[in-house]
C-alpha cells in the first residue's frame, strides 16, 4: 500500500489542501466565516440547487431510458448483441467535451435540429440532460444488466410455478435482487452528473452552472480563492457520502443471490413483448447513441464549399486561427497520445500495487482506502490542476514547466478504473497456488510472475484500455496545466469552440471526431480481449 499512499499524497491529497488552505487561510489566520458567506450567497445557493436537482433529473431519466436497454442484453439473445455491447458503451469513455460537441453539432446554432425544424436546445437545461443520458447510458446497462445475466431464472420459475403472476414473480424475486445494482448504478449516474464540467460548460451557456463549472469560474475567472475554497469542500463532501452509501450498495449487491454463468440465462426474443422490447431498444441506442456521434462526423465534413476534407487540413496549420494555438492544432492529437500512454503506465503502476494490496489485507482501513481510490472521479479536476500549479513549483517537486505534470493528473483519474478492473480478478485467485509456489521455493515475485500474472493478463488489458480511454479525455485538470505549445485534444477542441468563426467550429468538430475515433478503437480493442461481462467498469 505505500506506493499507492504515497502517490494520492503528493499528487492529490498535497494539492488539494493546498489549494483550499489558499483560499481559507490569510496572514490574520483561518477565515472560516467566509464558509458561512457563500453558503448564503444566493447566486451559489442556485448553483447548489441546480447541481442538485440536475443530477437528480438526470440519474431518474437515465435509469427509464437504460434499464430496458439492461434487460435486453442480459435475457436476449440477438445478432450483433457484442458489437452493440461496444457502441453503447463507446460514450462513457468519450471525454465530456466531445459529447458536449457532439449534442452542440445536433441541438445548437446551425445544428441538426436548427435546420429541420428551426428549434435550438443549446443554453437549455434539456440539452444537459440528454447528454448525460448519453454519457451515463452504459453505467446502468452493463452494471444492471451484467447482474441480471448472472440471476438463475429457475428462481422465478419456481415462483411462477407456485402460482405468482409473471410481474409478482419479477417484483418478489427478481427485483429484490437487483436493487443493489441498480442503487449503485444510480449512484454512479449521480455522481458522474453531480460533477460534471465539460458537457455543462459547452451546452449550458451562462444560464446554467454546475458545482464544478463555478469551481471554474470563481478560480480562472474571478480569481476569488476563498469561494473556490468553500465549493470545493461542499463538493467533497457530497461525493463522500455517495461514495460510502456506494461502496454499501457494492457489498449488498455482492451477497444478493446465487449467481450463474451469464450465457447459460440468454435466449432467443419470444413473443411480441419481447420483439417491440428489443426493438425499442435499437430505437433508443440509433437516436440517443448513434445520431449525436453521426452529426458530429457529418459536421466535421461539412465546409462551405461543401463536402470535403477542409477542417482536417486546417488543423496542418497554426495560422488562421486568431491566435487560438501557438502550434498546429494536430500537433494535439500527437501530445495527447503520448500523455496518455505515460498515463496508462502510471496509472498501471499504482493501480496494480493498490489492488494487490486489497486483496491481501482486510479490515475498515482497507475498505477505506479502497473508498479513497475512488475520490478522483467526484472531487473538482478543476482543483486539483490548480492545485498542481501552486504546488508543484518548487525543490524537490518543481514540475510545473516539465511535460510529466499533465500525465500525473491524468492517470489521478486512470487509477480508480485500474483498481475496479483487476479487484476482482485478483480476488478470485486462490492464494493455495501462491503458497504451493513457494512452498517450491518460488520467491515472492516468481510467485507473482508465475501464478497471479497469467491469471490477471486480460484484466490488466482491459485496465490498460479503460485508463488510456479516460486519460486521452481528461479535461478539467488539464485545461491548467497543458502549455500553450502542447494542447492536449480535449483542450484544444474547447479553445476552438471558445473561439467564435466557422473555421473554428468546424477544427473542433474534426478534432474531436479525431479523439473520439482513438476512443472507440480502444474500447472495440478491450471488447475482443474481455472474458468478464459481469458489467464492472
Excluded at 368 to 394: C, E, H, Q, R, Y
Excluded at 442 to 454: G, N
Amino acid at each position: 500500500m505505500a506506493g499507492p499512499v504515497v502517490f494520492f499524497a503528493l499528487f492529490f491529497a498535497y494539492p488539494v489542501v493546498a489549494i483550499v488552505g489558499r483560499g481559507l487561510k490569510t496572514d490574520g489566520g483561518w477565515q472560516f466565516g467566509r464558509i458561512g458567506e457563500v453558503l448564503t450567497d444566493p447566486d451559489i445557493l442556485d448553483v447548489l440547487w441546480f447541481t442538485t436537482w440536475q443530477a437528480v433529473a438526470s440519474t431518474v431519466l437515465t435509469l427509464l431510458i437504460a434499464l430496458p436497454a439492461a434487460y435486453a442484453f442480459a435475457r436476449l439473445d440477438f445478432p450483433g448483441k457484442q458489437v452493440l455491447r461496444a457502441v453503447v458503451t463507446v460514450p462513457f469513455v468519450l471525454p465530456t467535451v466531445v459529447v458536449g460537441t457532439a449534442f452542440l453539432a445536433m441541438l445548437g446554432r446551425g445544428g441538426l435540429l436548427d435546420e429541420l425544424w428551426g428549434v435550438r436546445l443549446d443554453t437549455t437545461v434539456w440539452a444537459i440532460l440528454l447528454a448525460h443520458v448519453f454519457f451515463n447510458y452504459a453505467v446502468v446497462v452493463r452494471t444492471v444488466g451484467g447482474l441480471w445475466a448472472q440471476l438463475d431464472p429457475r428462481q422465478e420459475e419456481a415462483a411462477r410455478v407456485l402460482g405468482a403472476g409473471r410481474f409478482a414473480a419479477w417484483r418478489r424475486v427478481t427485483l429484490p435482487a437487483l436493487v443493489p445494482a441498480v442503487a449503485a448504478a444510480a449512484l454512479m449516474v449521480f455522481l458522474f452528473t453531480f460533477t460534471s464540467f465539460g458537457v455543462v460548460q459547452i451546452l449550458g451557456g451562462p444560464a446554467y452552472s454546475t458545482l464544478e463549472v463555478e469551481i471554474y469560474r470563481q478560480t480562472a475567472q474571478l480569481l476569488d480563492l476563498p469561494t473556490a475554497a468553500v465549493l470545493t469542500l461542499v463538493q467533497f463532501a457530497a461525493v463522500g457520502a455517495i461514495l460510502a452509501v456506494h461502496a454499501w450498495t457494492v457489498r449488498r449487491r455482492e451477497s444478493a443471490l446465487k449467481l450463474v454463468d451469464a450465457a447459460q440465462t440468454a435466449r432467443r426474443p419470444r413473443g411480441a413483448g419481447q420483439w417491440s422490447l428489443l426493438g425499442g431498444v435499437l430505437v433508443t441506442v440509433v437516436v440517443l447513441i448513434l445520431l449525436p456521434v453521426g452529426v458530429l462526423v457529418e459536421r466535421s465534413f461539412d465546409g462551405p464549399d461543401g463536402y470535403g476534407l477542409m477542417y482536417y487540413r486546417a488543423l496542418q496549420s497554426a495560422g488562421g486561427n486568431n491566435g487560438t494555438f501557438l502550434v498546429p492544432p494536430l500537433e494535439a492529437v500527437w501530445n495527447s497520445l503520448q500523455y496518455a500512454l505515460v498515463a496508462t503506465a502510471i496509472a498501471l503502476f499504482v493501480g496494480g500495487l493498490a489492488a494487490a494490496a486489497l486483496t491481501r489485507r482486510a479490515g475498515r482501513l482497507v475498505r477505506g482506502f479502497d473508498a479513497l481510490l475512488m475520490l478522483p472521479l467526484g472531487v473538482s479536476a478543476v482543483t486539483v490542476g490548480f492545485g498542481f500549479l501552486i504546488t508543484l513549483n518548487k525543490p524537490p517537486l518543481d514540475l510545473r514547466t516539465t511535460w510529466i505534470l499533465v500525465p500525473l493528473a491524468q492517470a489521478l483519474v486512470g487509477v480508480p478504473f485500474v483498481v475496479r478492473t483487476m479487484l476482482p480478478v485478483l480476488r478470485a485467485v486462490d492464494g493455495r497456488l501462491r503458497e504451493a509456489a513457494g512452498v517450491l521455493g518460488a520467491s515472492p515475485l516468481r510467485a507473482w510472475r508465475e501464478v497471479d500474472l497469467p491469471m490477471v493478463r486480460r484484466a490488466l488489458l482491459v485496465a490498460a484500455g479503460f485508463a488510456f480511454a479516460v486519460s486521452l479525455g481528461e479535461f478539467g485538470a488539464t485545461v491548467f496545466i497543458a502549455r500553450p505549445d502542447n494542447p492536449t485534444l480535449p483542450v484544444a477542441v474547447a479553445r476552438l469552440l471558445g473561439r467564435a468563426g466557422d473555421l473554428n467550429y468546424g477544427q473542433a468538430m474534426a478534432l474531436s471526431t479525431i479523439l473520439m475515433v482513438v476512443c472507440a478503437v480502444s474500447l472495440l480493442v478491450l471488447e475482443r480481449i474481455r472474458t468478464d461481462r459481469s458489467g464492472e467498469f
